[in-house]
């Protein structure tokens, strides 16, 4: 009798500490996004709250996403120069012209987007196709994608810049003649909701065949 008792007293503490776990874990992935979620809420942010900071180690952490995107026989071109004093942050807004400088007074990292030329598109040396570096470009584009998904999904917001100086960029930045200056990228927290743009009819931009 005394074993039987030991025994329901036993399967009844294993059954209370599984439900306790699943709860538990429930909680745990309640805040967590969907893919859907990531891909809807993801905007182009032109106003950022100066009074939100981003550290060294979210900003490594978001660029470690960037290391899973695909790229031309995994030549892996893309690059990141990260500025995050005052003193950069400034320099870089002054070279992104006058509306972009706009956009993204506030935000607390900017970070210039280079590919390294002859890799992607490129085979011992020679280039495959007609398109040659505009692979490396694509590789970068691709990069880029992963880390403004990835950036959303923990909270933050960005916009990538294509208008910039790239020659000063590279003076500033230190960026070898064998890297393309692709785009400056602003991340940091939405000021507010930006708003939602329209999008063209799937019918126009796909075919199946």
Not at 46 to 55: G, H, Q
Not at 69 to 88: D, I
Not at 123 to 138: C, H, K, L, S, V
Request: some cysteine; overall charge negative.
């Amino acid at each position: 009798m005394k074993t039987h008792i030991i025994m329901t007293a036993a399967m009844a503490l294993v059954m209370l500490c599984a439900c306790t776990s699943n709860n538990e874990n429930k909680e745990e992935t309640s805040d967590a996004v969907t893919f859907d979620e990531v891909l809807k809420s993801r905007r182009s942010v032109r106003s950022y709250d100066a009074t939100k900071t981003i550290s060294e180690a979210e900003v490594r952490n978001l660029l470690i996403a960037t290391q899973e995107a695909p790229s031309w026989a995994n030549q892996q071109p893309s690059k990141y120069y990260v500025a995050m004093s005052a003193e950069k942050i400034e320099a870089i807004q002054n070279l992104v012209g006058e509306r972009n400088k706009q956009n993204i007074a506030g935000a607390p990292v900017l970070i210039v987007s280079t590919y390294e030329k002859g890799k992607s598109g490129f085979f011992q040396g020679q280039q495959t196709n007609e398109i040659g570096d505009g692979w490396g470009a694509y590789d970068n584009g691709l990069s880029n994608a992963y880390f403004i998904l990835a950036a959303r999904a923990k909270g933050y917001d960005t916009l990538i810049m294509g208008m910039r100086d790239s020659d000063e960029l590279r003076k500033l930045c230190n960026i070898p003649e064998n890297e393309v200056v692709m785009a400056v990228i602003s991340l940091g927290y939405r000021a507010d909701e930006p708003k939602q743009p329209t999008h063209r009819p799937l019918n126009e931009v796909v075919q199946f065949i």
